[in-house]
């Protein structure tokens, strides 16, 4: 009986990768170019998870490095016919580049100082998308032109999109585990639990934060350049400040340690606002708000965090382990 | 030069004002080592009601007054629900909760209010001297003086005041301070409560300028965030100068550095944010703080 719950994510895993692949056959063209656009949300919130929930470091800018990536790859395929795979990698590579530009000076510091330095960041790339208008357009922003698909892909363009965003989620996930459970994960958990303890044991709290800055940054140039790819379309109105806290928002409501929560944030941010501002556009603000809020007091682990603890008392009340005496549960 | 000594006087007015919210955000930082995303928000919610009191026919002073009131209270409400219960926990969980206050209370004043921008009523008469082509208006006279006023006051109060003493002490040593019979919760209250009322303050000084509108503030915070790490977290004093120092280098950056426009101003104080984390991370008045391993 206890086996049980350990088959269960793999057969969860199972299940969601087939729904995910499958999908395009049942969705309807438009839902499935709203569902990529969230699977690009789903990728920048991945990255803030990484840094939020593993390296105790709040970024307000991941819309901006979101605009970043965008930007990058709608210039690199719309000017130079840059192919879209090469183009995505470079559109992470700048970000990153930016993103340790600006996070350095921040991070050599133990404290906050990264959130004030993104929140101008986020406030500052809109306004720099206007200013260089003759690289990016200014407030008319960027077209792209419809690519041509390869001869054997027999769908429409929007299922192509589609797979492409659920490739790159695919991999960065694949990423995130890979950073989670080798020693750079236990170092930046070791750094956010207790710092003095971390570098006393040689863990360079400099360099390790840097990091989990970067990969953070670089998921979100590459959700980016996604984004760009799936709406065909970028300009400053579509990266507004308020991105990068909706990106934040996503991360937390999902849950910051979690990766299924990034999808569960990333679907709450891409349909909450549609029909909430069919009846307030203050809505919107208010309830992102209020979630911020209580979920802190409330729910540090976000709506992953309920599901998991409620299933594990589900779990316990159907077949109490023999050994629950020995072994309690770790504190939440 | 006459232009010169302009630019300078218009930084010294707007930095002031950046000053006094720097005020506000460090007042918090050294009592709870948080940094409030929401003062600029929650100050802007205080100064729409004293606004629509005004419009209801209320005397300018009532209003203020009210505003002053209340501002005490909305800082005191907020620190006991919001904060309060989570003193304990790490940095960011506490970032995240301020970036939640600045987000519901933009929204309360956008729904209550909407976005429309407001013409706030003017508590300093519009008059101007003009000596040796230089122009000093009675606003900018009146907001140096209300910030010099303010910067004296506050160091007196924690200089010299049983109070000030036993809120410095709730703040330099949590645990030690309850056993000479300082109540901590009641400091920690009092200081939201006085950080929300300089928070409006800057709120009032900054709305005749930019009009009142929900998201008036969110540029200020900006600066008052550079003008806060270049002054020093920890210092008040810090934290006017700071402002000031902001306000001018804006001004005159804005001025002769032509190529900045008036979209990359907002550079201005994150450069100078990334300029103090770099060469002078405490910066100009704080303390470096030692930790003993």
């Known amino acids: 009986m206890s086996r049980l719950p350990r088959v269960l994510p793999w057969l969860a895993t199972g299940l969601a990768v087939a729904a995910a692949v499958a999908a395009p056959l049942i969705v309807p063209g438009f839902l499935l170019f709203q569902i990529s656009v969230m699977l690009t949300y789903a990728i920048a919130v991945l990255g803030l998870n990484l840094l939020l929930g593993h390296a105790g470091q709040v970024s307000l800018a991941q819309g901006a490095f979101f605009a970043c990536g965008a930007y990058v790859f709608a210039i690199l395929v719309s000017r130079f016919g840059v192919p879209p795979a090469a183009a995505l990698l470079c559109a992470a590579v700048v970000t990153v580049a930016l993103g340790v530009a600006v996070g350095l000076p921040a991070l050599r510091l133990p404290g906050l100082q990264l959130a004030i330095v993104t929140f101008g960041l986020a406030a500052l790339v809109p306004q720099i998308l206007i200013k260089f208008d003759h690289v990016t357009g200014g407030e008319a922003g960027i077209r792209l032109r419809r690519p041509v698909l390869p001869g054997w892909f027999a769908a429409p363009l929007e299922t192509w999109n589609y797979y492409w965003c659920l490739a790159g989620l695919a991999l960065c996930i694949v990423i995130t585990l890979r950073v989670l459970f080798g020693d750079s994960g236990r170092s930046l958990r070791a750094l956010r639990d207790n710092p003095l303890v971390a570098e006393t044991l040689g863990i360079d709290l400099t360099r390790v934060r840097l990091s989990a800055f970067a990969v953070s940054a670089a998921f979100a140039g590459l959700a980016g350049g996604l984004f760009a790819m799936v709406n065909g379309f970028v300009n400053p109105s579509s990266f507004e400040a308020t991105k990068s806290i909706e990106i934040l928002i996503g991360a937390i409501v999902g849950g910051v340690t979690s990766i299924p929560g990034a999808v569960i944030g990333a679907i709450f941010i891409v349909f909450m606002p549609d029909w909430t501002s069919q009846i307030d556009i203050s809505l919107a603000g208010l309830l992102y708000g209020l979630c911020l809020i209580l979920t802190m007091l409330f729910a540090r682990n976000g709506v992953t965090g309920v599901v998991r603890s409620l299933a594990d008392r589900v779990v316990r009340m159907a077949a109490p382990p023999p050994d629950a005496r020995q072994n309690p549960a770790p504190p939440a | ?293």
Do not use: C
């Not at chain 2, 402002?243 to 550079?267: C, D, H, K």
């Open chain 2, 1 to 293: 030069m006459a232009l010169l000594i302009q630019h300078v006087i218009e930084g010294i007015t707007t930095g002031g004002i950046y000053g006094s919210l720097a005020l506000a955000l460090v007042l918090i930082y050294r009592s709870t080592g948080i940094i409030n995303f929401g003062q600029g928000e929650m100050a802007t919610f205080v100064t729409f009601v004293a606004w629509q009191l005004h419009e209801w026919g209320f005397h300018p002073a009532l209003a203020l007054s009210a505003g002053v009131l209340l501002a005490a209270v909305l800082g005191v409400v907020v620190f006991r629900v919001a904060v309060r219960p989570l003193m304990g926990a790490s940095g960011e969980t506490i970032v995240v909760v301020t970036i939640g206050l600045m987000l519901a209370f933009q929204a309360a004043s956008l729904w209550i209010w909407g976005a429309d921008q407001r013409l706030f009523f003017q508590i300093i008469p519009n008059r101007s001297w003009t000596v040796a082509g230089i122009t000093v208006t009675l606003h900018a006279v009146g907001v140096g003086v209300a910030v010099v006023a303010l910067a004296v006051l506050l160091s007196a109060f924690f200089r010299f005041t049983r109070l000030g003493l036993a809120m410095r002490a709730a703040a330099a040593e949590r645990e030690k301070s309850p056993l000479v019979g300082i109540r901590v919760e009641t400091m920690l209250l009092l200081g939201w409560g006085l950080a929300s009322v300089i928070g409006f303050m800057a709120a009032v000084l900054v709305a005749p300028k930019l009009f009142l509108s929900p998201t008036m503030m969110v540029p200020l915070l900006l600066y008052s965030l550079a003008a806060a790490t270049l002054g020093g977290w920890d210092s008040p004093l810090g934290a006017v100068v700071g402002g000031i120092v902001v306000g001018v280098t804006e001004s005159l950056g804005a001025t002769y550095l032509s190529f900045l426009g008036a979209e990359l101003r907002l550079a201005i104080p994150i450069v100078i944010t990334l300029a103090v984390l770099l060469v002078r991370p405490a910066g100009l008045f704080g303390k470096t703080t030692v930790v003993r391993a």
